[in-house]
């Protein structure tokens, strides 16, 4: 929201206040509390008829800085709030010289100067990070009376503004004016499934606002060398993080809001779906799932979108029975073809549901303030919605759900959850404008919860569209609807690279896009690019995604890049594990992993998948496409082609192919399946060692997961030799990807390699150490 107009004005009906200056400060053990006068004080009655601002500083863990700033402190607190996992065994220090008052945690400070204008200075053992200075503290009233906190940030010179959930516009979001207010406006809008009221910079920080309900960003749109950000409240409490680098500051981000759950080994395989409003019964799965099998296609999940259930009664979560008279038999058939099975839910029960009088009588649906149960026609006729806030609402949506899972359901797909009404009365007493966001997070947590309870928590996963902040808990979230084209594929992708950096781990989208029916040209790019996603799912509208109703071509490119998916699972997971471990997701912006290369900030066509290959999907239909290549030398993983960077490229690739680099140094390990994604790793897995960085001597790689026990494997190179330690007790192989070697330890054999040229080298089972004389 805008509340200026140009720099000396302000827009009609606005009366903005901002701190000035220091009336009073109180330094405590491990906070500051500090009074801002709203305007220079030089006399005892100037004191008078003038509101305070109070600000409070603090530090919740290590690195993290907390602000609260409040006008009217006696405001009436409903919820719903953020749950944050704060470090009870951290302090902060705190610190006065002279005027000067400092706290501080970790590298990370925040200092005023009482004797100066109003300023809070964050830095980084002594490095600016940024300031709230002039008009960075206040509040504003606008025309209709309503009161906003409002903060401003200064942005540095080139400073790059990322995040604030899974955004379509444009990559870096400076220029930008901003909305956290969940909205169901599909990826070629302003509008986002996923609000996330949380940012982070390529100067090293990231800041959070602690705030479910709706705030409002202006990101150097209002004042070109801030950010700005306010909420319709009598406070604010934001969070300024620390890294230094983009990784560190989600490691420290979700450390604070929630780790992402690692999700089952077999939810990376290929999901494929009905489709949504397609013609399908249980002669159509069975034709999709044994022509996927007939062409050798490895699948993992079937869903069973919203058809599932009869017309006008979603959600009554039960299966259509002119359409499936059989569910339990027909579950049970599919499972026995080794697949999973997901079904597709929403947080709704329309009128005609015979759930909808049962849920009604229970007290179970959101009300109107008359009391009445709030509904409408969209979506569904005469709709409601279960009233989350309620612990018995969830115990009974929950039940619903346990029957499912009995039948032999394995996961939902949890869509909708953001057009939620602000009109309405929540059974807790929640304020309607802070639930309207923070409705979804309860639905999936609900949805998850019982997935845990019934399955086990290495077993739960969803298949969600909406999320807010903590929302990262309870993966796997998909982009939404999308049109069928390149330029939605692109735009899926810069929403897919936002919401990693808005701590989200894990993130699927339409294979071939959902709205229309995609070329045969755009789905064959689309489905390389969803099989080198974390998750992928071939899912639309009113059309199917078999792959064969496009052409032959398309089955070979979906059989390849599904069967070259699983053989890189033991890579994959190693990825997973670090974003539930370190909040790192599996698909990776570029400044991610090259924050130092400025060439980097600003690319959104291609990303890192885990932290050793680099990916660039193909936009267009003539197969060419322009990428960045960071420093050092390159491997084409799928032909041993080495390419030098740093620089940009411009290729052309057939069907068959994409950039698909691995980093200098690399060492991937593959599995020895590509029928499955679950399955023994470790089991006779192959070691693709890269040409070597600069002073990379020494790589670490474990193959945990899956149906093995966890392997280590210690790569070790000098200027003439190879060294590979291994626990391994099983027989392994290590392929030196377009080079020479010589096997110096006994029994290991020395073979030509298929695919990318190089040596193989076929190591027996028990050898802890292989040594190898290498050349090339």
């Known amino acids: 929201m805008k509340f200026t107009d140009g720099y000396w004005l302000m827009r009609d009906g606005v009366e903005a206040v901002y701190a000035k200056e220091t009336a009073d400060a109180r330094l405590e053990s491990d906070r500051l509390v500090l009074h801002a006068a709203t305007r220079h004080v030089h006399s005892r009655g100037q004191t008078l008829n003038s509101p305070l601002i109070t600000v409070e500083c603090w530090s919740p863990a290590e690195g993290v800085i907390g602000v609260r700033t409040t006008h009217h402190a006696g405001a009436a607190e409903h919820g719903p709030d953020f749950t944050l996992h704060t470090d009870p065994g951290h302090h902060a220090t705190t610190h006065r010289d002279g005027t000067v008052l400092e706290l501080t945690t970790g590298p990370l400070a925040v200092r005023v100067d009482t004797s100066e204008p109003w300023r809070l200075d964050f830095t980084a053992e002594g490095r600016p990070l940024t300031s709230a200075g002039d008009r960075g503290t206040g509040y504003a009233t606008t025309a209709d009376g309503t009161h906003h906190m409002v903060t401003q940030l200064d942005l540095g010179v080139g400073e790059l503004v990322y995040g604030l959930g899974e955004r379509f516009t444009p990559f870096t979001r400076n220029g930008q004016s901003v909305e956290i207010w969940q909205a169901d406006g599909g990826t070629a809008s302003e509008q986002a499934y996923k609000n996330v009221p949380f940012h982070l910079t390529n100067r090293g920080y990231g800041v959070f606002v602690n705030h479910p309900g709706q705030v409002s960003y202006e990101i150097g749109s209002e004042a070109v060398g801030r950010v700005q950000f306010s909420v319709a409240d009598q406070s604010v409490e934001y969070f300024v993080i620390h890294g230094p680098t983009p990784k560190e500051v989600l490691d420290r981000y979700t450390a604070l809001t929630g780790r992402p759950a690692l999700p089952p080994a077999w939810s990376f395989g290929l999901w494929l779906s009905t489709s949504f409003t397609t013609a399908y019964d249980e002669s159509t799965v069975t034709r999709f799932v044994t022509g996927m099998a007939e062409r050798d296609i490895p699948l993992g999940v079937f869903h069973f979108d919203c058809f599932w259930m009869r017309a006008y009664q979603w959600c009554d979560f039960t299966w259509d029975p002119e359409v499936f008279p059989d569910p339990e038999g027909m579950l049970r058939r599919l499972k026995e073809r080794g697949l999973r099975i997901c079904v597709w839910i929403n947080p709704y029960i329309a009128q005609k549901s015979p759930l909808f009088e049962e849920a009604r009588r229970l007290g179970h649906l959101v009300r109107r303030p008359d009391g009445g149960v709030w509904q409408w026609d969209m979506w569904q006729a005469g709709m409601a919605l279960v009233d989350f806030t309620s612990p018995d609402a969830r115990d009974w949506y929950a039940g619903k759900l346990r029957g499912l899972l009995g039948q032999g359901v394995d996961c939902f797909k949890t869509d909708f959850g953001e057009r939620i009404p602000t009109d309405v009365v929540w059974h807790d007493g929640s304020d309607p404008q802070r639930m309207h966001n923070h409705y979804t997070h309860l639905y999936n947590r609900t949805v998850f919860e019982v997935l845990t309870q019934e399955r086990g928590a290495d077993e739960a996963v969803l298949f969600a569209r909406s999320a807010t902040a903590g929302g990262q808990q309870y993966p796997v979230h998909w982009g939404g609807d999308c049109e069928s084209s390149f330029g939605a594929m692109a735009e899926s992708l810069r929403g897919g690279l936002s919401l990693g950096l808005s701590g989200f781990g894990f993130w699927s989208h339409d294979i071939g896009g959902f709205e229309g029916t995609p070329s045969p040209e755009v789905f064959k790019r689309w489905v390389q690019f969803g099989l080198l996603s974390s ?67 600003t690319l959104d066509r291609q990303y890192m998948l885990g932290e050793d290959l680099l990916v660039a999907p193909v936009f267009s239909a003539d197969g060419e496409v322009e990428y960045y290549v960071p420093a050092g030398t390159w491997t084409h993983l799928l032909t041993g082609e080495r390419i030098e960077g740093p620089g940009w490229r411009r290729e052309r690739y057939g069907f068959d192919s994409l950039p698909l680099l691995a980093r200098p140094g690399a060492v991937i390990p593959f599995g020895a399946r590509s029928d499955l994604a679950a399955y023994d790793w470790a089991a006779d897995v192959t070691l693709h060692v890269h040409a070597p960085a600069p002073d990379d001597t020494e790589r670490r790689v474990v193959v945990a997961g899956g149906e093995g026990q966890p392997v280590t494997f210690r790569v070790r190179r000098n200027a003439q030799t190879l060294t590979v330690d291994s626990d391994a007790r099983g027989p392994w192989n290590v392929l030196l990807v377009g080079g020479e070697g010589e096997p110096l330890t006994a029994g290991v054999r020395r073979e030509a390699a298929g695919g990318p040229s190089g040596t193989l080298l076929r190591v027996p089972g028990g050898t802890p150490t292989l040594t190898v004389r290498t050349q090339g």
């Not at 890049?561 to 053989?567: C, Q, T, Y």
């Open 535 to 601: 998750h992928s799912r071939l899912h639309g509208s009113g059309s199917y995604r078999v792959p064969w109703d496009y052409d032959e071509e398309a089955v070979a490119v979906t059989r390849d890049f599904a069967r070259l998916k699983n053989r890189l699972m033991p890579y994959l997971y190693r990825a997973a594990r670090q974003a539930a471990e370190q909040g790192t997701p599996v698909m990776r912006a570029m400044l991610l992993e090259f924050p130092d290369d400025p060439a980097c900030h």
